[in-house]
Every structure is written in C-alpha cells, then in structure tokens.
C-alpha cells in the first residue's frame, strides 16, 4: 500500500513539475527551465544528504558504476530537454501519451541489449501499444509541425534511461542514483545555460524555485513506491498521470483533448499493464 500511494504522489507531483514547465517555457528558453530544474534538484538532495550526516550522507556518494551513472544522469537530462520543448507548444496530455509508450520501447530494446525474452503476450501488447500512439498522433504533416517529433526524442531517452537503470543502477542505493542523476543534469546544464539565459523576472522567481522542488520531490517519491512494493506492481498507477494531465492541461491551458488521444490513451494504458503484469508471471532473469 505504500509504494502505491507513493506512486500516485509521484504521478501528482510530475504533473504539477511539467504544468510549472510548460507555464515558464511560455517567457524563458527550456534550456534555462531545465537549468533550474537540476539545480533545484541537486539543493534539495544536497541539503537531505547533509541532514543525514556526514556518514550515512558520504555513504550515498558511493556507486559501483560512476560512467554508468552519469550515462543515466545525461540520458535523463536529453529526455528533459527533449519534454520541455515539446511542452512549449504542446499539449500536456498529448506529449504524456506519447511518452507513456516508453516502456513498450523498453521491452523492445531489452532483447538486443539485456538479452531478455518476449512473450506473445508481450508482443501483442507492443503491437497494440504502438497502435495507440499512431492513434494518439494522428495523420499530421511531419513538415508543417516538426515539434511533434519531440516527444519521440524524448520516449527514445526516457527508455534507454530505463534500462541504463536496470544495467547500472540496480546494486546502488536509490538516493546514490538520484544524487548521480541530478548532478549530470546540473553540470551539463549549466555549462550551456548562459547562451540561454534571459533574465528572470521576480514575479517568476517563486515559480523557477517550485519547478526545482519538484523535480526532486516527483523522483524521490517514484524511488519510493519501487523501494515499498514492485515495480509491477506500482507501475501501472503511474498512468493515472493521464488524467491529471488532462485536468491541468484544460484548467491551467484550456487544452481540449481531442477523441483520438483518449482512444491512444486507452491503448497504451492497457498494453503498458498488460506487460507489467506479463513481467510479474515470468521468472527472474540473471540480466535483471
């Protein structure tokens, strides 16, 4: 039950993050926005690990895979860059979508790269997975409206961020791969972030200081729910996310989702349940 609850909080709280994104990459470059989200990340994190102690906060530095590590941070931070983009033209729900095929590329790529099996099961739910983002997207001139591609950027490396996770992080404390995540994003971004930079007004200051919070919040509660119960287990609560991206999407943007979205929602709701479930039934591999 707590890993549950913490997963709906975690979906709660991503999507209160990406609507303070969306609002602030009206007036500022996302690059700037993402700048603020690491930052903010890292003081939080840094201020809980100096909470802890000096011990028990230095023991969350230690890693058994540094590159891989920072392979993770840079992938999360392409996957960031590539959502706030898109969210400046947009809608939440639209890129949410898209972005919720994730872990059917992951189940995909799991075969060359982790030596994994599919079942039909699995095969069937990617089939009518992939079936509900065409569905989603809709017939729409790749030329005329090029921002469309965004999500799929970032789909490609929010999946590949997933199984660098499985491959490097799974012998690390949680709080070491967030620490490691974050510190990636805010380095990177803020070599970059001058060629960027406009100047924040001071009635958006609260709103920067709100998307760093957030950030590290959303992370550390989905860190959580996979700590409290299995991921098969809580994963499927995140797609609860849908709705509240379509709340916040009308009441914050008056974003109307159109009938082929929930009908692609839908789709790949069902198939991304369908192969966690399907993950649950089959026995532990030694890639895992």
Known sequence: MKGILFMLAAGLLFTMLDTGVKTLAQDYSPVQVVWARYVGHMLVLIGYLMWLGRGPGMAMLKTTSLSGQCLRGLLLLGASTFAYLA??????????????????????????????????????????????????????DWRSQPAILLPFGMTLCFALYQLTTRRFGRDDHPL???????????????????????????????????????GAASQLTLILAMRYAPASLVSPFLYLQIVWAALFGFVFFGDVPRPETWIGAALITVAGIVLATAKRRQPRQGSH
């Open 176 to 214: 070491t791969s967030l620490f490691y995540a974050g510190l990636a994003g805010a380095l990177v971004s803020s070599v970059v972030v001058p060629a960027f930079w406009t100047p924040i007004d001071p009635w958006h200051l609260p709103l920067f200081l709100f998307v760093g919070l957030m």
């Open 87 to 140: 969210f400046r033209t947009l809608p939440l729900l639209q890129v949410y979508v898209v972005n919720f095929s994730s872990p059917l590329l992951v189940t995909l790529m799991a075969i060359p790269l982790l030596k994994e099996r599919v079942s039909w099961r699995q095969g069937l739910a990617i089939l009518v997975g992939f079936g509900g983002v065409l569905i989603c997207v809709g017939p729409i």
